[in-house]
C-alpha cells in the first residue's frame, strides 16, 4: 500500500519544530535527539489545531442562508464544495478527486510527530528520566486524541458487538512512511488509546500554568470520554470525578454582556468592553487547551441556528434566560462591523470566540451526569446538571425528580446546547446516540424552498476517506456511502 500523506506535510512539523539535529533517522526525516528538542516538538504551535466544526454540517444544528441574504457568508452557494456536500447528505465522496482532506492530513501530521517523540525520547542522552517520560506521556496524549478524533469522524461509532470488524483508520505507530499500512478496526483504534492513556497518565504532570500542556486532569478526562464512547459508564464517571476532583470551575456566565460593531471580542465582561470572554489559555475552565481546526474551525458568521436547535435552547428553561444562546447567537441582525447586517427571524451563529476543542470541565460535568443517570442515580445526575445550568442559565431553577429517560434527555439536550459547533460534537453524540439506541431521528436540511433528509443512522453519517488517498491506496476499503 502506498503512503497516503504527503511526505512535505509529514515532514513538515518536525523540520519547523525543531533546530539541532544529531543524525537522520529514517532516510530523508531528521529525528531530534536532545530533550530540549523533542519539548519543542510537542509545543510546536501547528499541534494546537485539531478536529474542525465543518463535519457538523451533516448534524441537525445548522441551517444554511439564502442567496439573498445580507450575511453572504451562510449563503448556501458560498459553501465549499465539501460543506454543500455534506449538507445536503451527498451520497459518495463530499471531496472532489484532486481535493485533500485537510482535516485528515493535519491529524496524520500530528500524529507523525507524536510518534518520533514515543518512539525517540527515552533514549535522549540528556536530561533527566523523569523529564523524558512525562515529555513521552504528553505524546501518548496528543496521540490518542487524534486517533480517538479520526476514528469517531471517518469510522462507525464504537459498537462491542460489531467494533473488532467495523473498519477504523489506519494505524501508524512508527515515523517511518515507506511502511505499508492498513485500516484497522474500530476495536484496535480504541485499544490503541486507551493503551497511550494508561501508559501516559503515571507520568504526566500535576501542575502547569500553560493550558496546552497535558496534566493527570486530561488523562483522567480523556479516559472519561472513551469510556463513554465505548458505554462503560462506571468507568466514564469514576474517571470524571477523578478530572473534577483536580478542577471543577465552571465561568459564571451572567458576569458577560456584548457589543456591536466588532468580531472577536464581541463577548466582554459587564462594565469593562476592553475584556474579552476568556480565551483558551485564560479560561480556567480549560482542562486541555485544543482550537479548532484553521479551516472552519468555529463556523462563526457562517451558520443560522436551525429550528430543532432553537428549541433544545427553550426547553427546560421555566421563563429563565439561557445565557448561552443571549451572549453567542445574534437575532435577527447582527453587527460585526460598520454596517448592520439583517436576517428577520433567524437566528445566526457569531460568538467570535475559540473554543475550546481538547477538554473542559463542563463537558466532565456532562459525562458524569451522564453516566450517573445510566446507571440509575438520577438524582445524583440532576444535581450534576443544575450546577452547570446555574453557571449557565441567569435565574436557573433547580430541577428534581425526574426518571431515567428524562434525565438522560436533558442530559443530551444540555450537551447540545453547551457544545453546539464545536469540533464536530454533535455528529459525534448523534452517531453515539443511535449506537446507544437511545435517539435516532430524521435530519431536515433546507436550501431555499428545497429539503433535505437523512437518518442519523444512515451510513452518510460516517465521513469518506477522500479520492486523492484512495488514489494512492487502491486497496484501502471503503464503507458504503
Not at 504532570?205 to 480523556?222: H, I, R, Y
Not at 439583517?342 to 475550546?356: A, C, Q, S
Not at 453524540?429 to 433535505?452: A, F, N, P, Q, S
Request: net charge neutral; aromatic share 12%.
Amino acid at each position: 500500500m502506498k503512503k497516503f500523506f504527503s511526505l512535505a506535510l509529514v515532514a513538515s512539523i518536525v523540520f519547523s519544530g525543531c533546530n539541532s539535529y544529531l543524525d537522520v533517522k529514517p532516510k530523508g526525516f531528521t529525528i531530534p535527539e536532545l530533550v530540549g528538542d523533542f519539548e519543542q516538538l510537542l509545543n510546536n504551535t501547528s499541534l494546537l489545531r485539531t478536529l474542525p466544526a465543518s463535519f457538523d454540517f451533516l448534524a441537525d444544528n445548522i441551517q444554511s442562508g439564502k442567496r439573498t441574504d445580507e450575511a453572504l457568508a451562510t449563503s448556501f452557494d458560498s459553501y465549499s464544495f465539501m460543506l454543500r456536500s455534506l449538507y445536503t447528505f451527498e451520497h459518495g465522496p463530499v471531496l472532489e478527486g484532486g481535493d485533500s482532506d485537510s482535516y485528515w492530513d493535519a491529524a496524520y501530521n500530528h500524529i507523525f510527530t507524536y510518534n518520533v517523540v514515543i518512539n525517540n525520547v527515552l533514549n535522549a542522552p540528556d536530561g533527566k528520566d523523569a523529564e523524558k517520560k512525562r515529555l513521552w506521556a504528553e505524546a501518548k496524549i496528543g496521540r490518542a486524541f487524534e486517533y480517538l478524533s479520526l476514528v469517531n469522524i471517518y469510522a462507525k461509532h464504537y459498537n462491542e458487538a460489531t467494533a473488532t470488524t467495523d473498519l477504523g483508520v489506519p494505524l501508524i505507530l512508527v515515523e517511518d512512511i515507506n511502511q505499508k499500512y492498513e485500516r484497522v478496526s474500530v476495536a484496535k483504534i480504541y485499544e490503541l488509546v486507551q493503551t497511550d492513556l494508561e501508559d501516559a497518565l503515571p507520568f504526566l504532570a500535576t501542575s502547569s500554568s500553560n493550558k496546552f500542556q497535558p496534566l493527570k486532569t486530561v488523562g483522567f478526562a480523556f479516559l472519561s470520554r472513551v469510556a463513554l464512547y465505548k458505554g462503560d459508564y462506571a468507568a466514564a464517571l469514576s474517571n470524571a470525578k477523578e478530572a473534577l476532583k483536580l478542577n471543577a470551575y465552571l465561568e459564571d456566565y451572567s458576569q458577560f454582556t456584548t457589543k456591536l460593531k466588532t468580531t472577536w471580542g464581541r463577548v466582554h465582561y459587564k462594565g469593562d468592553p476592553s475584556k474579552p470572554f476568556p480565551e483558551i489559555r485564560f479560561n480556567n475552565e480549560t482542562v486541555w487547551g485544543r482550537m479548532g481546526a484553521s479551516s472552519y474551525g468555529s463556523l462563526n458568521g457562517q451558520v443560522y441556528a436551525s429550528s430543532d436547535l432553537l428549541a433544545t435552547y427553550k426547553r427546560d428553561m421555566k421563563g429563565t434566560k439561557d445565557m448561552r444562546y443571549d451572549l453567542f447567537f445574534c437575532r435577527d441582525s447582527a453587527s460585526f462591523g460598520g454596517a448592520v447586517t439583517h436576517f428577520p427571524g433567524r437566528v445566526l451563529w457569531g460568538p467570535y470566540i475559540d473554543f475550546n476543542t481538547g477538554f473542559s470541565t463542563p463537558e466532565l460535568y456532562l459525562i458524569a451526569a451522564e453516566a450517573e443517570a445510566r446507571i440509575g442515580s438520577t438524582e445524583e445526575a440532576l444535581k450534576l446538571l443544575n450546577t452547570l445550568r446555574d453557571k449557565r442559565i441567569e435565574n436557573n431553577v433547580h430541577v428534581s425528580g425526574l426518571d431515567k429517560a428524562a434525565t438522560l434527555a436533558m442530559v443530551f439536550d444540555e450537551r447540545r446546547r453547551e457544545m453546539p459547533y464545536v469540533g464536530s460534537t454533535r455528529l459525534v453524540d448523534l452517531k453515539r446516540l443511535h449506537t446507544t439506541g437511545d435517539l435516532t431521528k430524521e435530519i431536515v436540511h433546507k436550501v431555499e424552498d428545497k429539503e433535505y433528509r437523512m437518518s442519523s443512522g444512515d451510513p452518510r453519517m460516517i465521513i469518506p476517506i477522500s479520492p486523492k488517498v484512495l488514489s494512492l491506496n487502491p486497496g484501502m476499503p471503503q464503507y458504503e456511502r
